[in-house]
């Protein structure tokens, strides 16, 4: 067991340290796959969490990061990443029991959160300005350099790779961070702090801090001393700090919700789909940003669709992650109630449900999975977010219509378009209101394709080199050569 965790208490890394924090109290981190108490997590307060700002500014001062040379930064980078492998089977066993996921989902967060240290790493010393011609009186050129603070909020369903997602591309480009664990599942998350450690990374330039967001986040988000935000969560979360951000005047990356749409055309290959469809609304028990939640089907094809989609519910194995199954629960008793509470008006509203539906009768926190059918478009259960194992089917005549459908909430972070017609999966892309579109495959891509919202899904784009320029500003300096 690593030192980050002391007596059953998982502490905070403040300024390259492990301390218990000021808050005077903790949070108790249950298991939602069996209700069990995993172990409780020390919150910074006050005090702590100006210790972590100080400590930041200090160390962005010094330059600790930022002047240190590109291709070193890049090595202390991969150095990370190394380590992050060192603790991954520890930390996929924390992270399973705090969150719920399959053990090889936790894993793969620690994986996928190496491998973008390794990405960004190799960039860090590629990060290059311009020379801009004014003729020859004059030298122009643009410098990219860190903002300075960054401070990070970070939600449960992906802890460990989304933070990685944010603080690999950060450090790459030079800054301090400040990263606020999600409340439920703060472990794994915290555990990093050891990799980070491990890899000498400089005292202060990374802090990560355990706490409640309408408390310490908000008071990290709202601090004068913070130069940069970057959100991932709820859209009305997104929407508070931003309201907080105009007080600063701080510049903000906003990674918010979706309700993202398939369109299954009538050529689509159905077996194709139906393992998109799988990974899309069930992986993590759909709590997903990009997850499949709307599936708009050619009405020639709508019904074997439903029928196929439902028969393939109803034979998922559901088990706690630690062993492994097709389906997991969800992340919280009140989670899951909210979840059966939208599925239940979605009746009401005239949607048909043809699996699942409920809570499965289990100890945990286990949502059925579900599929809805013959859903309302503009009904809530088609509008908003439900982030579960939960997913709308509703038929389209015509292309048009499927693409109107698709753009019909106020939402855009992805979509998705099986058919085995190229031109048709161009021409519709174009037409999809998402940041990112995914042809016959739902979450083709990585950590190199540009990933983020339009409209409520939010603004900026993280993943890819694309995220490099969230992390920078641009400086020009012209110089006169007349004298
Ligand atoms: P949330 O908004 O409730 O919380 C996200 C984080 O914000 C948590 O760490 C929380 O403690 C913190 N927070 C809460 N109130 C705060 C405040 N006033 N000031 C500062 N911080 C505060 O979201 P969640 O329930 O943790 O995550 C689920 C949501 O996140 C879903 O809407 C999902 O779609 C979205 N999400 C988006 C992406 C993306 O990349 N676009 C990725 C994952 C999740």
């Known amino acids: ?9 998982a502490r905070n890394f403040l300024a390259g340290q492990w301390v218990e924090g000021d808050a005077g109290a903790v949070i108790a ?21 100006t210790q972590a700002l100080e400590a930041a500014r200090a160390s962005f001062e010094r330059g600790d990061l930022a002047d240190m040379q590109p291709s070193a930064r890049g090595r202390l980078m991969i ?39 390794e990405y960004y790493g190799g960039v860090a010393d590629k990060i290059e300005g311009k020379s801009i011609p004014l003729g020859p009186d004059y030298a122009d050129y643009t410098v990219l350099e860190p903002f300075g603070v960054s401070a990070q909020i970070v939600p449960w369903n992906f802890p460990v790779s989304i933070a990685a997602r944010s603080l690999a591309p950060s450090m790459a480009a030079g800054n301090s961070i400040i990263i606020k664990s999600p409340e439920l599942d703060p472990i ?34 709202a601090s004068s001393e913070v130069d940069q935000i970057v959100f991932t969560g709820s ?24 309700k993202s749409a398939a369109v299954v055309f009538d050529d689509a290959d159905l077996k194709t789909f139906l393992t998109s469809l799988q990974s899309g609304i069930f992986y993590n028990a759909g709590q997903v ?10 009405r020639s094809i709508y019904d074997q669709a439903v029928e196929r989609a439902a028969e393939l519910s109803n034979g998922l194995s559901v088990d706690h992650g630690l062993n492994n199954p097709e ?55 088609a509008q908003q977010e439900i982030f579960g194992p939960v997913t709308c089917f509703s038929p389209f005549e015509t ?7 698709a753009n019909g909430t106020e939402f855009g972070l992805v979509a998705g378009i099986f058919t085995r017609d190229l031109a048709r999966a161009h021409r519709v892309a174009r037409k999809l209101r998402a940041g990112q579109v995914f042809v016959n495959e739902w979450f083709a891509g990585g950590i190199s394709t540009p990933f983020g919202g339009v409209g409520k899904s939010g603004f900026g784009r993280e993943k890819g080199l694309e995220a490099l320029y969230n992390y920078v500003r641009t400086k020009n300096i012209a110089i006169s050569l007349k004298g």
Do not use: W
């Open 235 to 258: 859209v009305p979360t997104g929407q508070a700090i931003l309201r907080s951000a105009a007080d600063t005047v701080t510049p903000s990356l906003m990674e918010l919700g979706g």
């Open 327 to 381: 389906h997991t629960p969800v992340i919280s008793a009140l989670q899951l109630s909210r979840i059966e509470e939208i599925t239940s008006t979605a009746r009401q509203d005239g949607a048909r449900i043809a699996a699942g539906g409920a809570r499965l009768e289990r100890k945990g926190y286990f949502m059925a999975p579900t599929i809805l059918a013959d859903v309302d478009p503009a009904s809530r259960v």
């Open 1 to 9: 067991m690593s030192d980050f965790i002391k007596d059953g208490l």
């Open 289 to 298: 940003c990009s997850a499949m939640a709307r599936v708009l089907v050619h």
């Open 188 to 221: 794994g998350l915290a555990l990093l702090g050891t990799a980070l450690q491990r890899a000498d990374v400089p005292a202060g330039a990374v802090s990560i801090l355990n706490g409640v967001g309408s408390d310490l986040g908000a008071r990290l988000v």
């Open 399 to 405: 292309e048009a219509e499927a693409i109107a459908m």
């Open 79 to 117: 150095g990370i990443a190394a380590e992050i492998r060192g603790i991954a089977g520890e930390g996929a066993q924390l992270l399973c029991r705090e969150s719920g996921k399959t053990l090889e989902a936790a894993h793969d967060e620690f994986e996928e959160a190496a491998q973008y240290f």
């Open 29 to 49: 981190i249950e298991d939602p796959g069996n209700e069990e108490h995993v172990a409780d997590c020390a919150q910074a307060g006050e005090a702590s969490l």
